[in-house]
């Protein structure tokens, strides 16, 4: 599914990470959007950008929509999806912040790694899932994937008031405590680092910055 035409990207998803950061919980989702171009494949290289020496990691559990969903509900929305995969929202967190809107930093070309596979609803149990990510082989972020506050449902059956999903659309669902920024010193990604993003019952994405 080279092409999707929508990528849509969910903040501050993981009760635990929202509650140790101090805030409260949100009552909706915070969405912002990608696109095509923005993606990559799950073993290629993404490059370093001049022009933000702030990039960092964000692991991911993406879904994929299998069928037309628009203002379906909760319980309709399982029956449109058609299974999961991995995503790296790489993000280069000075232009991210240059303003109150995330879209400038979430975009660069060929920066979000996805795949390897779409694992279908009756192979993956996000019950017992649990998300690793690994920045040169150190463990920097692990997070069951049940401590999601949106669940995926929920987020097809939100987005889906709004405007109608097509098969093949993903949503990023967000990502756990860990990344770079939160960091003391923060460490971000360079050149020659290579960051992975595993998922149980789904494999890994495997991203050489260059």
């Given amino acids: 599914m080279p092409n999707p035409s929508k990528v849509l990207c969910t903040g501050l998803n993981y009760t635990s990470h929202i509650q140790e950061m101090g805030r409260d919980l949100p009552a909706y989702p915070t969405l912002f959007a990608k696109f095509a171009d923005t993606l990559t494949g799950p073993t290629d290289a993404v490059a370093a950008v001049a022009e933000d020496p702030e990039m960092d990691w964000e692991g991911e559990l993406a879904v994929v929509v299998g069928r037309t969903a628009y203002k379906v509900s909760e319980a309709e929305a399982g029956e449109c999806i058609a299974g999961y995969t991995v995503a790296n929202d790489i993000s280069m967190r000075g232009w991210q912040y240059r303003s109150t809107e995330w879209l400038q930093g979430k975009i660069w070309a060929r920066s979000t790694p996805v795949g390897p596979v779409l694992a279908t609803p009756d192979e993956f149990d996000p019950a017992t899932a649990v998300l ?16 999601l506050l949106f669940t995926p449902a ?13 098969p093949g659309d993903l949503i990023l669902t967000g990502t756990p405590g860990g990344v770079g920024r939160a960091r003391t010193p923060q460490r971000y990604l360079k050149p020659g680092d290579l960051v992975e993003v595993a998922i149980d019952g789904i494999g890994a994405v495997s991203t050489p910055i260059i």
């Fill in 154 to 166: 929920h987020l097809v059956a939100y987005v889906s008031t709004m405007l109608p999903l097509r």
């Fill in 132 to 147: 690793r990510t690994t920045l040169n082989g150190d463990p920097v972020q692990e997070h069951r994937i049940a401590d």
